[in-house]
Structures are given as structure tokens and as C-alpha cells.
């Protein structure tokens, strides 16, 4: 029975292909778009944002409370400050040249000051 399911194709490629990219690949993207979702505070805007209070408002200006656009908001500005981070890792490695490595670790400080810039406002926003 292992013989067939080893020689079993789906998509033209072997079943063990199929398996080693979904472990290596789609598993983690999974996770961190599911680590995004609970960190960004989607689920809660999801549960709260349902309230008839607070319906139609983007930002809520309540430490309790948050409506969707803002779970979606918070969600998006920890993305842009994760890339910025990611940037900065690719700069700092010791095979690129020295301009594409500056550049890489520009933009990547440029999006954690645009990522600071967006969570700061928010939290002026909300009344902190």
C-alpha cells in the first residue's frame, strides 16, 4: 500500500513532492497569516465590531472596543513593520554587495517608521 501512495500523483507531481511542499511552504504561511489575524485583533473586531453601537464607526475611540477596519488596520501595520524587519535581515547579510545592502536596510528602517508612524495614530485615535 506505501508503494502506491508513494508513486500517486497530484498536480503531475509525486504524493512526496506534494508533502514536503505543503510542510515546507503552505504550513507556515498558514501560520503566520493565522499569528496576523489574532495579533492584529480581527477576531476581536469581529465579535465587538458586531454591536450595533458601533456600526459604521472606522475607529472606535474606546480602550474596550474595536470595529473591524481597525482590527484590519492594526493587522496591516504589523505586516508593513514585519517586512520592514525582514528587509533589514536581508541587508545585513554578509553576501550582497554594499549599495544593495544599504538600500535593502533603508527601506527596511523606512517601513518600521511608516509602521510606528500608522500604530502611534491609531493609538491617538482610540484615546490613549
Same mark, same amino acid.
Given at each position: 500500500?506505501?508503494?502506491?501512495?508513494?508513486?500517486?500523483?497530484?498536480?503531475?507531481?509525486?504524493?512526496?513532492?506534494?508533502?514536503?511542499?505543503?510542510?515546507?511552504?503552505?504550513?507556515?504561511?498558514?501560520?503566520?497569516?493565522?499569528?496576523?489575524?489574532?495579533?492584529?485583533?480581527?477576531?476581536?473586531?469581529?465579535?465587538?465590531?458586531?454591536?450595533?453601537?458601533?456600526?459604521?464607526? !472606522?475607529?472606535?475611540?474606546? +480602550?474596550?472596543?474595536?470595529?473591524?477596519?481597525? =482590527?484590519? *488596520?492594526?493587522? $496591516?501595520? /504589523?505586516?508593513? @513593520?514585519?517586512?520592514? !524587519?525582514?528587509?533589514?535581515? +536581508?541587508?545585513?547579510?554578509?553576501?550582497?554587495? =554594499?549599495? *544593495?545592502?544599504? $538600500?535593502? /536596510?533603508?527601506? @527596511?528602517?523606512?517601513? !518600521?517608521?511608516?509602521?510606528?508612524?500608522?500604530?502611534?495614530?491609531?493609538?491617538?485615535?482610540?484615546?490613549?
Amino acid at each position: 500500500m506505501s508503494q502506491r501512495v508513494k508513486y500517486f500523483k497530484v498536480g503531475g507531481r509525486n504524493f512526496d513532492d506534494f508533502l514536503s511542499l505543503l510542510i515546507s511552504r503552505v504550513i507556515p504561511a498558514v501560520y503566520i497569516i493565522i499569528l496576523f489575524v489574532y495579533s492584529g485583533g480581527i477576531v476581536n473586531a469581529l465579535l465587538e465590531g458586531s454591536r450595533a453601537n458601533l456600526a459604521g464607526a !472606522i475607529i472606535v475611540p474606546s +480602550r474596550a472596543a474595536e470595529s473591524a477596519a481597525e =482590527g484590519i *488596520l492594526n493587522a $496591516s501595520t /504589523i505586516a508593513i @513593520g514585519t517586512a520592514g !524587519i525582514y528587509l533589514m535581515y +536581508r541587508g545585513g547579510r554578509q553576501t550582497m554587495r =554594499g549599495r *544593495l545592502s544599504s $538600500s535593502y /536596510i533603508f527601506g @527596511g528602517i523606512m517601513l !518600521i517608521v511608516v509602521s510606528f508612524a500608522i500604530g502611534f495614530t491609531l493609538l491617538r485615535l482610540k484615546g490613549f
